[in-house]
């Protein structure tokens, strides 16, 4: 079977787009605008309604996660409430390892009995490790349980170059990650838990019996960015200072976009801060989204042979939006790339091919396309016309 070739004109629509998470390892990166220059060790800018990176720096190199690792700890204790394993009031022990975790703390003791709701807040809000803590061992039973849970759902969300050795991020001989794995891990929490994300916006906490001075989320964008809206913040003495912070800003024409950055290792929690609004000012700034196509819209409707219907509709269930450089986007063209023929049955959600939108000669971004219908196959008759018309063809 050869691949059969398609083109069709890009058209900007102005109409809301819908955040859909694609894999940062499947993402085409635009050549230009350049990115500003970032004072950290390491950085990753991702349009993630258009699926893109726009911007890296070093997305594969090794670092220490300190307090990032409690995304990880958020993914498995949201999966756990979404199971029912555990309830939002449920009151959780606060047993003696939790207690006594150093660092950030939301100041719980075994004298508590702790509601699953405040130890999110806690752990979230205050980057509480005790908070933390507690939470790891009423989901996986133990520290050491939770921690091979968390390293079975990173290999599962392919986080291809992180390992866990506890639930916190303190700094421990091999507990490492990379912007990439980070990159699919904030843009998986997202997706898969939307009706959690508001502990990630949450200013302020306070639990009663802690100190109040204790209270403010230590992602500071919150305060001075009112589109950022999560997510987590870091900081060791070996990782330095860590932002991983997401923003959803209305574009004139366009509708909802969101970018995700990564700003990793700069030297203060000022500079954290200022990188990362650098980043996201740029991304909006440097780069206009395009829809192409609607949710459920067919990109193309190919023929089908030995089928109930003599075609298909090929297209994505989410809106199908792309970045290029500003003022780029009347120069678009889309290509279809499939496999011909094909042959009944399709089911709804098969793969059927690949858009590949261009600027000009480059290949700005490759989106897979999937049957928004399914066809079943044709009786006896209708297969056999179709087998020798194939023939013939």
């Known amino acids: 079977m050869q691949p059969i070739h398609s083109t069709v004109r890009a058209v900007a629509l102005a109409a809301a787009m819908v955040p859909a998470f694609v894999s940062v390892s499947a993402l085409a990166q635009v050549a230009a605008p350049v990115p500003p220059e970032i004072a950290a060790r390491n950085y990753l800018l991702v349009d993630v309604t258009a699926g893109q990176v726009l911007g890296a720096k070093d997305i594969d190199s ?3 996660q300190a307090s990032l690792t409690k995304l ?9 409430l979404r199971s029912k394993k555990i309830t939002l009031e449920q009151k959780m022990p606060v047993s003696e ?3 006594k975790m150093p660092g950030s703390r939301m100041f719980i003791d075994p004298k508590m009995q702790v509601p699953v709701d405040d130890l999110i807040k806690g752990m979230i809000v205050q980057s509480g490790n005790d908070a933390t803590m507690a939470l790891a061992e009423a989901v996986g039973g133990s520290q050491e349980n939770f921690v091979r849970l968390m390293n079975e759902q990173a290999k599962a969300l392919g986080m291809k170059n992180t390992t866990y050795k506890n639930p916190e991020g303190l700094t421990e001989p091999g507990h490492l990650t990379t912007a990439r794995d980070l990159s699919i891990l904030a843009q998986r929490l997202m997706q898969d ?8 916006s949450t200013k302020h906490y306070y639990y009663p019996g802690t100190p109040a001075s204790n209270g403010t989320n230590r992602n500071s964008l919150l305060f001075r960015d009112p589109t950022v809206d999560g997510l ?3 900081h060791t003495a070996a990782a330095g200072y860590c932002l991983v912070a997401t923003a959803k800003r209305d574009m004139p024409n366009v509708g909802s976009r ?5 700003v990793l290792g700069t030297a203060s929690e000022k500079a954290r801060a200022n990188e990362s609004q650098k980043l996201l000012n740029w991304g909006y700034a440097a780069f206009d989204a395009v829809k192409l196509f609607d949710g459920d819209q067919p990109v193309v409707t190919p023929q089908v042979w030995k089928g109930s219907a003599n075609s298909v509709k090929v297209g994505r269930a989410t809106p199908i939006v792309v970045s290029v450089p500003a003022g780029s986007g009347g120069k678009l063209s ?3 790339v499939r496999q011909d023929p094909l042959i009944a049955p399709i089911a709804k959600g098969q793969p059927m091919g690949t858009l590949k939108v261009k600027l000009g000669t480059d290949t700005v971004a490759e989106v897979p396309l999937v049957a ?7 009786g006896f008759f209708g297969r056999l016309w179709d087998t020798i018309r194939l023939w013939i063809k």
Do not use: N
Request: no cysteine; glycine share 8%.
């Open 258 to 262: 969101r970018l995700l950055s990564i």
């Open 232 to 234: 987590k913040t870091g």
């Open 62 to 64: 090794p670092v220490e």
């Open 193 to 200: 838990f939307p009706e959690y994300m508001h502990y990630y």
């Open 372 to 378: 928004l219908e399914g066809v079943e196959q044709a």
């Open 97 to 99: 390892l939790a207690w």
């Open 72 to 80: 990880m700890t958020g993914y498995l204790v949201f999966d756990a």
């Open 334 to 336: 889309t290509e279809v």
